[in-house]
Nanobody, 124 residues
Framework: QVQLVESGGGLVQAGGSLRLSCAASGRTFSSYAMGWFRQAPGKEREFVAAISWSGANTYYANSVKGRFTISRDNAKNTVYLQMNSLKPEDTAVYYC?????????????????WGQGTLVTVSS
């Protein structure tokens, strides 16, 4: 089973960009679909983006479509979330997750592996 560690969060002004990384340990990383979720203060965790094991298929929440891009490098055991045109409402703790089913990721709920999260704060 993989273990996940997120990085790249921080403070950014509205309109700015950040790239989050999620490094995975374990030799089975390329077998997993990967996803990003976020949880804002006082709100439930929500789906942000998902990518299939090969990278051929991606899915996005409507709120980030056109602004965020998910990608992966299986040789580096890493999945990325490029976030552009950030808005204050993007402020949240961002989590990466892994599961054998990309559709399970898009539905949220129970997933096999979660990271510990990284905080993104967007100032207005």
């Amino acid at each position: 089973q993989v273990q996940l560690v997120e990085s790249g969060g921080g403070l950014v002004q509205a309109g700015g960009s950040l790239r989050l990384s999620c490094a995975a340990s374990g030799r089975t990383f390329s077998s997993y679909a990967m996803g990003w979720f976020r949880q804002a203060p006082g709100k439930e965790r929500e789906f942000v983006a998902a990518i299939s094991w090969s990278g051929a298929n991606t899915y996005y929440a409507n709120s980030v479509k056109g602004r965020f891009t998910i990608s992966r490098d299986n040789a580096k055991n890493t999945v990325y979330l490029q976030m552009n045109s950030l808005k204050p409402e993007d402020t949240a703790v961002y989590y990466c997750a892994a599961d054998m089913s990309i559709m399970a990721i898009t539905r949220g709920g129970y997933l096999e592996v979660w990271g510990q999260g990284t905080l993104v704060t967007v100032s207005s």
